[in-house]
Structures are given as C-alpha cells and as structure tokens.
T-cell receptor, first 116, second 115 residues
Framework: DAGVIQSPRHEVTEMGQEVTLRCKPI?????LFWYRQTMMRGLELLIYFNNNVPIDDSGMPEDRFSAKMPNASFSTLKIQPSEPRDSAVYFCASSPSTSGSSYEQYFGPGTRLTVT | GDSVTQMEGPVTLSEEACLTI???????????LFWYVQYPGEGLQLLLK?????DKGSNKGFEATYRKETTSFHLEKGSVQVSDSAVYFC??????????????FGKGTKLTVNP
C-alpha cells in the first residue's frame, strides 16, 4: 500500500501565480480531506469530500482557493492568485468510511508551499 | 461546534522521564477520541484511539483513557525515548450533516526528549 500520495512535495512560487496541489488517496477510501498547517494557526481543515462530492468547504479561506475531486483516485487544491500568507504545509488525508465513530484518517507527507 | 483543548508546549524531558500531555474536549454527542503524532517532516499518523467512555487506547507504550466525567483524554507514557520527540495532536470525531464525520484537532504539543 503506497499510502496517500501528494505532489509536489515542495513548491516555491511568486505572488500572483497559480498553484495546484495534487493528491492521490488510498485506493478504496471514500473520504478525502485537505488541511493547512502553519505555526500561527495550527492545523486547519479546508474542505472534505465524501464519494467525490464536496461536503463542507467552510474552511476554505477565500475565493482564491478551490478544490476538485473528479474521480475517486485524484483531487486537486488550487490557489489563484497566490499570496505570501498562503505559505504553509498543505496535507491531504483519506479515510475508508463515510460514517461511524471510530474511523482513522491517513495523512500524506504534505506539500510545503512558499509564496514569495 | 465541538472543540479540543490540549496543553501548550513545548515540553522538554530527559530520556526515561514520565510524560503526560493533557487534553480536554467539548462535544454535544459522544465522539471518538484520538491521539495523532507528527514526526519532523512527515504527515500525521494515528497513535491511539478510544471510541467510548472508559475505553483505554494504547500503542508504543503510550496510553490514554476516555474520561467522560471529566471530558478528558490525557496522553501518558511511563518512560520516554529520544525517538518520541514529535508533535502530538489530540482530536475528536464530529458528526456532520448527512452523517459524515470529520476530525477536530487540538493545536498540538511539541515534545522534545533529550538523551
């Protein structure tokens, strides 16, 4: 099992550029989560999907952020245009269950984004 | 909504010392409780969990007991090792609309163990 795969692992871009982060969840998992981690704000849930459908995007900070899940094996998080305050580590996680009270989330290694 | 409060770090201990990281929660229902660990440069991984009151989760020498009366889930280890140096996150599961669930995380506690 390859685990959750994220790409790129590191991204450095200039303010105003479009950034696309990619995630491949564990095969068979039907929930997918995008998080952002910073020193100041800790770990924040941005959006999550169940069976490829966005369920809650209330954590998406602004309209500059968008996420898609076109199929069960792929998701993207896009920032357009990017700003220096978007610099953070972005994690993708997947889970095998859409309901129940004892499921586990499996995290990817993260994408470290730096916007200059 | 539901929330998790855990002790602020950083925590610095010597090898073989005892560890306790406090975690309390606020929830309207009966959530499952989790401890996740994040090693430097990696994503979070599940350390242990408990699904109902009085359950004890344990793994790698770490333990935590689900205390409904005090709404707590404190993480403990009797003898820490240098390899335990990491950031520890307490979390609970929150039921959302449509029957799906999400995790609510605390802010994390950084532990450094010196030889």
């Amino acid at each position: 099992d390859a685990g959750v795969i994220q790409s790129p692992r590191h991204e450095v871009t200039e303010m105003g550029q479009e950034v696309t982060l990619r995630c491949k969840p564990i095969s068979g998992h039907n929930s997918l989560f995008w998080y952002r981690q910073t020193m100041m704000r800790g770990l924040e849930l941005l959006i999550y999907f169940n069976n490829n459908v966005p369920i809650d995007d209330s954590g998406m900070p602004e309209d500059r952020f968008s996420a898609k899940m076109p199929n069960a094996s792929f998701s993207t998080l896009k920032i357009q245009p990017s700003e220096p305050r978007d610099s953070a580590v972005y994690f993708c996680a997947s889970s095998p269950s859409t309901s129940g009270s004892s499921y586990e989330q499996y995290f990817g290694p993260g994408t470290r984004l730096t916007v200059t | 909504g539901d929330s998790v409060t855990q002790m602020e770090g950083p925590v610095t201990l010597s090898e073989e010392a005892c560890l306790t990281i406090n975690c309390t929660y606020t929830a309207t229902g009966y959530p499952s409780l989790f401890w996740y660990v994040q090693y430097p440069g990696e994503g979070l991984q599940l350390l242990l969990k408990a699904t109902k009151a009085d359950d004890k989760g344990s793994n790698k020498g770490f333990e935590a007991t689900y205390r409904k009366e005090t709404t707590s889930f404190h993480l403990e280890k009797g003898s820490v090792q240098v390899s335990d140096s990491a950031v520890y996150f307490c979390a609970l599961s929150e039921l959302t609309q449509g029957g799906s669930e999400k995790l609510v995380f605390g802010k994390g506690t950084k532990l450094t163990v010196n030889p």
